[in-house]
């Protein structure tokens, strides 16, 4: 799947955009955050409090509870802020 | 109609345009966004010499399309307009604009209302703002989110 990170999201992961198999026992949005966050260093600073990261699958929001499979594109970013 | 641009906007131009050979318009609604010169965030209020707008343009389009779309299975035959600028922008600079042309003055307000509303809770975009020495990253308001909540209800 395809990840991609915005705002202080990728500004703290140094990362626009990235391609990740679905991990192993990683089924939902929650799950593939725990496992970012696991990586440490700014991917742990970016997931550290994730009531302040917002995600998008396939270009809709969703829930942390949604599930997830290999050909989905994730965007991880904070509440929107245009207008 | 959506359009997506770093370039400025000419609202007036753009007005003429969306009503031009339509004779079942009656009034155009329209708002205009702008670059303030201090902080968004109300305890600051510090000044700020530009912002930065960053979005996500896969979904920015089929975010802004699908509020096009709910304002027009509302409120019936309306023309709509919504262009929304990215990049780095200075104080009194233009930023969105939307616009409704309707039959009636209500729908035309309220539509326009509903777009805005949405727009800032739905569609992805980011403000960083720069001030004499620091940059940082505009934080949401919980007043966006209840206005754009109290849709949901009526």
Same mark, same amino acid.
């Given at each position: !799947? ?11 992961? %140094? ?5 990740? %198999?679905?991990?192993?026992?990683? %089924? ?21 409090? %994730? ?7 396939? !270009?809709? @929001?969703?829930?942390?509870? @949604? ?17 | ?19 031009? &050979? ?22 600051? &209020?510090? /000044? ?27 409120? &019936? ?24 042309? #309707? ?37 949401? /308001?919980?007043?966006?989110? #209840? ?8």
């Amino acid at each position: !799947m395809k990840i991609l990170y915005f705002a202080w999201l990728k500004e703290k992961t %140094s990362l626009a955009e990235e391609d990740l %198999s679905l991990p192993c026992g990683v %089924s939902t949005v929650a799950g593939l955050m725990e496992y970012l966050k696991n990586r440490g260093g700014g991917f742990a600073d970016a997931f550290a409090d %994730s009531t302040l990261v917002r995600v998008a699958v396939n !270009m809709e @929001h969703v829930q942390t509870s @949604h599930p997830l499979n290999n050909a989905d594109e994730v965007a991880f970013f904070p509440p929107v802020t245009g207008g | 109609m959506i359009r997506i641009q770093t370039k400025d906007f000419d609202a007036g131009a753009e007005i003429k345009n969306l009503v031009s &050979g339509k004779g079942n318009i009656g009034g155009v609604c329209s708002f205009i966004g702008l670059v303030r010169d201090f902080s968004a965030s109300e305890q600051s &209020g510090e /000044k700020i010499t530009a912002m930065t707008l960053e979005h996500y343009p896969a979904m920015t389009e089929k975010q802004l399309e699908k509020i096009e779309t709910q304002a027009q299975e509302r409120w &019936g035959s309306i023309e709509t307009l919504i262009i929304h600028r990215v990049g780095r922008l200075e104080p009194t600079a233009q930023i969105v604009l939307v616009a409704v042309a #309707a039959a009636h003055r209500d729908v035309a307000f309220e539509a326009a209302r509903f777009i805005m509303d949405i727009l800032k809770t739905e569609a992805p975009f980011w403000k960083k703002e720069e001030g004499p020495t620091t940059s940082k990253w505009v934080e949401a /308001k919980a007043s966006d989110i #209840a206005k754009a909540g109290l849709w949901e209800k009526k």
